[in-house]
């Protein structure tokens, strides 16, 4: 414990604030600068009393008022300290707590929290191998509220008072470096807005660049959610097949409209992609296919978005560099989200824009109402600067890399009389493609009802009909739940073949 630090504080006798007011003051003000750390214990009363020339019971005022703050905590016998991060008590409580117990040792209030932060969090839910559920019982949680409880001392406005629409400008500067460091991508913080979660980013991104009636270009199979949006909000999807190469170019023999169809002013306005990780097939798009479709961008005065949700998990070789990356942010969107990285309950996400649309998106989040809770912003932020953030992100990706492993091992030994998968060592989920004697839509209906999340692939597609498949989510599982889960689904699986067999 540190001891007696030196309190520089003098009576202001010509202030109109009491005493003990202005002695709080200052020892706030030492606590934020970090003078006072952790376990710092203050001068006595008695003694800070007399070196002041005011009553004791001025200095005890002052002292208990911070106690009642959470700045400080009083042990009996032991004086008054500077409260340690995460053990700030509830005003009130720690005195009945206190009278109760007058033993030594922590109060049982503190105590207690301790011992529920080294219990594990509960279960996940019952469904197992839900697509893209990351494992919370993963979360730093310590951390966490370590970090939120710092921001509560040492600047609790940062979280009370609205920042602008955009974000934190801390969180902003964290995610430009972010994406800096792991994505390739040269954007400052101006040109980046914290949204809530991608859903809400695309919905921005609509709304700056497209009228009703516009067309947008989506991959099929592609993410299900985001026909809806585009739907909803009266834009028309024109679909992009899905080849080993990434989503064809509009226009090209594969697309639904081939060049010839195409006049000039038929092109999407704007096309929504995957390329680091497609959706859901899992596939890259190819260095040659990302060049195609920017020069097309800049061809026709078009705009990509690229929907890059879950590309920091890949467990194999080096990260794959943005899109829009190469593209230096000129007609490429970039969306990036905190739902799969830390948690989905958060809902923070962020967008990342060319310069010239800074502006039009500063005036669609004054127009329309803000979605991203700016309460949590601070905290991330910090969560990113102090490195806890990437300690954890090191940590599950390792995890999540293991159980993609063994849910490829165990797909390939015990299923390869079903279909076969096809291995991309990235994200969250992969696809188990089914031979045709098989219907997904049929087996994913009777393995819900055996307590497994698998999704049919061919619901994932809009347009085409050649796709037959199990998505299913491995991060959020241990490998005992994963062998769990695949013995049901063996199960199921035989079921139907005998069925088709008579
Ligand atoms: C391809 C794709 N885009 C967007 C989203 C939505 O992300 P968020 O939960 O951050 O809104 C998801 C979520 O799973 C996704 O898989």
Known sequence: MSQNPTLLFSVDRSDARPIFEQLCDTIRRLIHNGVFNADTRLPATRTLAQELAISRSTVVTAYEQLVAEGYLQSKPGAGYRVCGLGETELPGRTKVLQDNNKSAGPPRQISRLKEQLKEPLKEQPDKLLT???????????????????????????????????????????????????????????????????????????FRILLQPGHNVGLEDPGYRPILRQVKGMGLNPVFLRVDSEGASLPGSPDSHQPEAQLEADAHPDVVVLTPSHQYPLGNTMTPQRRWEYIHWAHKHQRWIIEDDYDSEFRYIGRPIPAMAGLDQLQRTLYIGSFAKLFSNTLRLGYLIVPEPLIAPVRKILSDYSLKAGLMPQPALAEFIHSGDFYRYLRRVRKI???????????????????????????????????????????????????????????????????????????????????????????????????????
């Open 131 to 205: 697509p893209s559920l990351p494992d919370m019982r993963l979360f730093p949680y310590r951390q966490w509220a370590k970090t939120i409880a710092r921001i509560c001392r040492t600047r609790p406005e940062s979280m009370l008072t609205g920042s602008e629409a955009v974000g934190d400008q801390q969180l902003r500067q964290a995610i430009a470096h972010h994406v800096r460091e792991w994505r390739g991508l040269e954007g400052s913080a101006d040109q980046v807005i914290v949204t809530a979660g991608a859903t809400d980013a695309l919905a921005i991104s």
């Open 400 to 502: 999540y890399s293991e159980r993609n492993k063994y849910l490829v091992q165990q797909l390939q030994t015990r299923f390869n009389h079903f279909g076969h998968v096809q291995d991309y060592s990235a994200g969250m989920k992969l696809v188990f493609h089914l031979n045709q004697t098989f219907n997904d839509v049929d087996i994913v209906t009777r393995t819900h009802q055996a307590g497994l999340a698998l999704e049919a692939l061919s619901t994932a597609c809009y347009q085409r009909t050649d796709c037959n498949g199990l998505i299913m989510g491995f991060a959020g599982y241990t490998e005992q739940e994963i062998h769990t889960a695949l013995d049901q689904l063996l199960s199921v699986l035989c079921s139907c073949q005998d069925i088709a067999a008579k």
